[in-house]
Structure formats: structure tokens, C-alpha cells
């Protein structure tokens, strides 16, 4: 059975106090067994720390971003072997920031996803299209190309460490959310799309998260569809109280 997952994207936003303070408020409020698997996604920074105050709890800690190569002479860069030992084993690759601001082409994110699958590490993967390509209806054929080219690569028994992640750039910080069919209809696209490269189990298995504006007053629309197993949520993961609530969003 696949699970449902929240996961929080800080992006660079809050310092070690504020990661700090944020988590033990996490701790405490998050009831033992959640509906949902929870992922928080601090910086670099904190990482660490957030790891420690959370592992004796169902919170898990994921980075933003890994570089793809063990060591060596990458200024600024961070590897998978440096994340595990800082307790982390979760890591996002291809958020459209990363793809827009940072340049990091579908070809760039294969190695990234081979090198996390090799240090058996979990990938969560965000695809999606921009807004001229959804105008153009040409949404299914780029979401289509992401994963055939970022992912597909993977053997079928990666799979169980792999989270997608469907978030239309248009809908990112926007406010302004794909609707909940917009969002099963990808989802069951790509779902789709894992049982003709591998198989239906397989396809069946994989947590599809949606992320794109997703807010307390639309999770639980959101996360009712069939295909969509939950939300990669940026803004309102910023605070407590609305994060809390998104979690406990499944019915
Ligand atoms: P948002 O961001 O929830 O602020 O739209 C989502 C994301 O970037 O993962």
C-alpha cells in the first residue's frame, strides 16, 4: 500500500533558531500516529540540528538539493555521503527552482537521482510543467519527458525509494492552486506512465505528492483525489500551525 506523505520545503527560510523553535512545536503538536508520513526540508544548515531534535519522533528530515559527485572540487557543493552522515536520507531533486534558477537539466538530475539511489538514499522527485507549456496543452508531453529523462533510468527495485512529486510551476508561491482534477489527471498520467515503463505494482506503489499552493482550506480536496498521495508544500510549511493542519488533512 503506498503512503500518504507531506513534506515541508523550507527553501531559505528560517535559521537554526527559528528551525529550532519550529520543530519542538512539531514534536509536541504532531499527534503518534499521524495519517501521513512527515518530511520537513530545512537548509543545509540546519540540518543537522533538525535531525537530533526530531529522531526519536515520526518526523523525518529530507535536504533541498545534493550534488551528485562524492567529493572533490565542487566549491559550494554538498554529496549524498555528507547528508547521510548528519543523519539525513532523504533528499528533493529537480524542484522547478533548482531547474530554473540553477540551471539543472533533466540530464544533470539522472546523475543526481543515480547518486542518491546509490548511496540508498530516498529521492524525492518534483516534475512539472510551466504555464506557456499548460496554455499550450502541452503539459502531459513535459511532465512525460521530466520522468523519461530525470528518473526512468532507475530499475524497478529504486522504486521503493522514490517519491514523485507533481508541482505545475504556475501554481508555485502563486496562490494559485490546480484544481483537484488538473491534479488527479496528472497524477493518473503519470501513474500511468510507471506501469508502461515498469509495471502496475510497481506504478501502484509510488506516493504521488502534488505541490503547488496547497493551504489548510485546500489539502484535504487535494489529497481526496485518487491518484494524489499527499502535498510537497512550500509556504504554508513556514508555519506551524498551518503545516499541522495540512498533515492531518486526510480523511
Ligand atoms: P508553495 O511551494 O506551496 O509555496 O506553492 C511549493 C513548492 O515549491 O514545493
Redesign the pocket.
Known sequence: MRKNIVAG?W?MNNDLAETSEFLTHLKMQLVKEPEAEVYIAPAYTSLYHAFQTVKDTPIKVAAQNMHHEKKGAFTGEVSAQMLQSVGVTTVILG???RRAHFQETNELLAQKVSAAMEADMTVIF?FGEELKERKAEEHFDVVKIQLQEGIFHLKKEDWKNVIL?Y?PVW????GETASPEQAQEVHAFVRKSIADKYDRETADEVSILY????KPNNAKEIFGQEDVDGG??????LNAIDFLAIVNAFE
Open positions: 520545503n527553501k524542484h522547478s527552482e518534483c512529486a508541482e501554481a508555485i508561491g502563486t505541490g503547488g499552493s496547497v510537497l508544500i512550500g509556504g504554508a510549511s
